[in-house]
């Protein structure tokens, strides 16, 4: 008796567990990280972001607007850490969306992944110089949390990360 109860137990722990992530990706969105590449910058010094093209990798399949979405939600991220859009000393973001992955049929079934890379490189706008090159990426782990919207929000909370690692 105690082996089939805990044996049904186990069974509904993943339907526990998926409407416990949905419940999450509902209230939190989907998740921001930066991956450094080893040029790790300090970036206390700047007043200003401008964020430049985000540019698409060729022959990568990214839904419309994607790259107009996250421009979008990287200036906002960057006017939150206190960055104005003009002003010395500055920075320039560059990007380009390497990588875009979404959900499939058998992913909703059993948790779906949804993915947005983009390779992103802080520019000194007086020098020129790169201060540093990261990858922020967005991601989704639950359908409620998940598409285009959802993603570039997350690269936008990705890149807040990164500056707050920064400095600021």
């Known amino acids: 008796m105690t082996l089939t109860t805990a044996t ?3 069974l509904c722990f993943g339907c526990v567990g998926r409407l416990f992530k949905e419940g999450m990706g509902s209230a939190r969105g989907a998740s921001g990280k930066s991956v450094d590449m080893g040029t790790a910058g ?3 010094k700047y007043k200003s972001l401008r964020i430049e093209a985000i540019d698409v990798s060729p022959g990568l399949h ?3 607007g ?3 979405m996250i421009r979008t939600d990287l200036a906002a991220a960057a006017e939150e850490r206190g960055l104005k859009r003009e002003g010395k ?5 560059s990007g380009e969306i390497i990588h875009y992955e979404t959900g499939s049929t058998v992913d909703t079934a ?3 992944l949804e993915e947005v890379v983009v390779r992103t490189t802080l520019t000194d706008a007086q020098s020129g110089n790169v201060v540093a090159e990261t990858n922020l990426i967005g991601r989704s782990k639950a359908t409620s949390s998940s598409g285009a919207k959802h993603l570039s929000a997350a ?3 990705a890149l807040d990360k990164w500056l707050k690692e920064g400095g600021l």
């Open 8 to 10: 049904l137990s186990l």
């Open 42 to 44: 300090d970036f206390t």
């Open 62 to 64: 990214a839904p419309a």
């Open 66 to 68: 994607m790259a107009d």
């Open 89 to 93: 000393p500055g920075l320039r973001l």
């Open 110 to 112: 059993i948790g779906p």
């Open 155 to 157: 690269v936008g909370k």
